[in-house]
């Protein structure tokens, strides 16, 4: 979460709050958004949100009443059940890693951007891949570094 608190720094937001994950203070999340009624509420999804994870259901119970002003970042969201998809389409901006899970909430009426996870990108130069001459550039997020270079 730290590159996405320096960029919301840099952007001038402070952070008020935050729940690192698989704690137990996100129970108490609702009395926190109620406190701060002009608050954006940022979900960094990491590698949370996908296969229906329990504290991914958690997370989103939490912002169930507020979606309005929660914005979901840097998630997977594969095979995530009905009720997180409900919940996911009244947020106010949601944001994945690639196209098909941009794909996957399209088909379910849900609007997303995609962002590669630059985390892994990062990382691109020291693996020593080799550089092309208008090839492009391939992304992938996976944790394995020889399924990447089969890629």
């Given at each position: 979460m730290?590159?996405?608190?320096?960029?919301?720094?840099?952007?001038?937001?402070?952070?008020v709050?935050?729940?690192?994950?698989?704690?137990?203070e996100?129970d108490?999340?609702?009395?926190?958004?109620?406190?701060?009624?002009?608050?954006?509420?940022?979900?960094?999804?990491?590698?949370?949100?996908?296969?229906?994870q329990?504290?991914?259901r958690?997370i989103?119970?939490?912002?169930?009443?507020?979606?309005?002003?929660?914005l979901?970042?840097?998630?997977?969201?594969?095979?995530?059940?009905?009720?997180?998809?409900?919940?996911?389409?009244?947020?106010?901006l949601?944001q994945?890693r690639?196209k098909?899970?941009?794909?996957?909430?399209?088909a379910?009426?849900?609007?997303?951007?995609?962002?590669?996870?630059?985390?892994?990108?990062?990382s691109?130069?020291?693996?020593?891949?080799p550089?092309?001459?208008g090839?492009?550039?391939l992304?992938?997020?996976?944790h394995?570094?020889?399924?990447?270079?089969a890629?």
């Open positions: 730290s590159g996405l608190k320096a960029t919301l720094r840099d952007s001038s937001i402070g952070v709050f935050e729940i690192d994950v698989n704690e137990s996100i108490t999340a609702p009395d926190l958004f109620r406190l701060n009624p002009d608050a954006l509420v940022v979900i960094n999804g990491e590698g949370t949100f996908h296969s229906d329990p504290y991914a958690r989103l119970k939490a912002a169930a009443g507020v979606g309005h002003r929660t979901l970042f840097n998630s997977q969201f594969t095979r995530m059940g009905a009720e997180a998809v409900n919940v996911v389409r009244k947020l106010a949601v994945v690639n098909a899970d941009q794909a996957d909430l399209t379910e009426g849900i609007d997303a951007l995609i962002c590669p996870d630059m985390l892994f990108a990062v691109l130069d020291r693996m020593n891949f550089k092309t001459s090839g492009g550039v992304y992938s997020d996976s394995r570094a020889d399924v990447t270079k890629l």
